[in-house]
């Protein structure tokens, strides 16, 4: 079969999905979908594609068992524009291809993150690298939202003036903030595309790189809706256990005591309340 259209993701092409306050996500193509996986995957047999129930349960096996190369076939490509911090967490995904704005060419747009009321909260005393899911009271977001929005707006003045005294913008630029919005165009190829999503849809990710992933995740169920269904339930939805939490779950599956009970191994016990159902 030649090239693959898929309506759905025809209809989304182009079109900006807004996330944050100031960001988007855009899809700009697509190279594959369910097809182009099943097509692969057969190639070995020589056999053409088959009924579209027995399609979604080749794809499923694939998935379940790692068998990854054929979800390498289907190519997505992005326009995402995000804070600059985000960009950092994004960017270590290091098998997406990327061309980003630049600030040594162009004059960098004021536009910087400012975060929403219900988003300004405490560090978590649970979690080093978080923040509590209680956000302030409204007086003090409002405070603290506000000291953040001063901050931008010196920093962005500063910057200008730089520029208007002649410095080079690529100098200019240095004392921006991380809140400083940058967009990117990024492709990443849907094997990849899963394991970053499985990554930054996770609850310990940064609220402002899982809201990006949410909207990538619907994209992906736009262009290659089964292989999406079975990444959802076999590697976001599924859990692995250890061959020590194996042990634990066939003792608390026999009415035994748990043996991991009050041992520091968090996941495990969040697991056995969250995601298996006993
Ligand atoms: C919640 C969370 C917190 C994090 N906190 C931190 C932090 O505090 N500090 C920090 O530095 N990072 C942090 N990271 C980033 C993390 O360590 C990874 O760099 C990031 O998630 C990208 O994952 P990856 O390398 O598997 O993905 P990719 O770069 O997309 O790579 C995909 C896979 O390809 C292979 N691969 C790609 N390139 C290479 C290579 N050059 N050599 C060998 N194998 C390669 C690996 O198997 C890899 O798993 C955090 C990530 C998350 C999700």
């Known amino acids: ?45 020589g056999e053409g594609t088959k009924s579209v129930s027995q399609d979604g349960a080749l794809i499923d096996y694939l998935l379940r068992h ?59 005393k649970d979690n080093k690298q978080g923040r509590c899911n209680e956000a302030f009271d409204k007086e003090t977001a409002d405070k603290i939202i506000a000291q953040l929005e001063a901050g931008q707006k010196e920093s962005y003045e500063n910057y200008s003036e730089l520029l ?27 094997h990849n595309l899963f394991h970053f999503l499985k990554l930054r849809l996770d609850s310990h ?10 909207v990538i995740l619907e994209m992906c169920r736009k262009v290659a809706p089964m292989a999406t269904e079975s990444f959802i339930n076999h590697m976001n939805e599924g859990v ?4 020590e939490e194996m042990d634990a779950l066939r003792k608390v599956l026999a009415g035994e005591p748990n043996p991991l009970e009050g041992k520091k191994l968090d996941r495990f016990n969040e697991k056995i309340k969250t995601g298996v159902q006993l």
Not at 164 to 190: H, K
Not at 240 to 243: A, E, P, R
Request: with cysteine; aromatic share 14%; glycine share 4%.
């Open 1 to 45: 079969m030649a090239h693959c259209v898929v309506p759905a993701a025809e209809e989304i092409l182009d079109k900006e999905y807004p996330v944050l306050d100031k960001g988007f996500v855009r899809l700009v193509d697509y190279f594959g979908g369910d097809q182009r996986i099943v097509q692969s995957a057969r190639v070995s047999y």
């Open 205 to 214: 990710a940064q609220y402002e790189i899982r809201v990006y992933a949410e």
């Open 164 to 190: 208007d005294s002649g410095l080079a913008r690529e100098i200019a630029r240095i004392n921006l903030p991380l809140s400083l919005y940058t967009e990117f165009y990024w492709e990443m190829d849907l």
């Open 240 to 243: 692995n256990f250890s061959g």
């Open 66 to 124: 790692q068998h990854t190369s054929p979800f390498e076939q289907v190519v997505m490509t992005f326009h995402v524009k995000m804070p600059i911090f985000v960009a950092r967490q994004w960017v270590r995904h290091r098998t997406g291809r990327m061309n980003e704005v630049s600030g040594r060419y162009s004059i960098m747009k004021e536009e910087f993150y400012v975060p929403a009321e219900d988003k300004v909260a405490p560090q978590s």
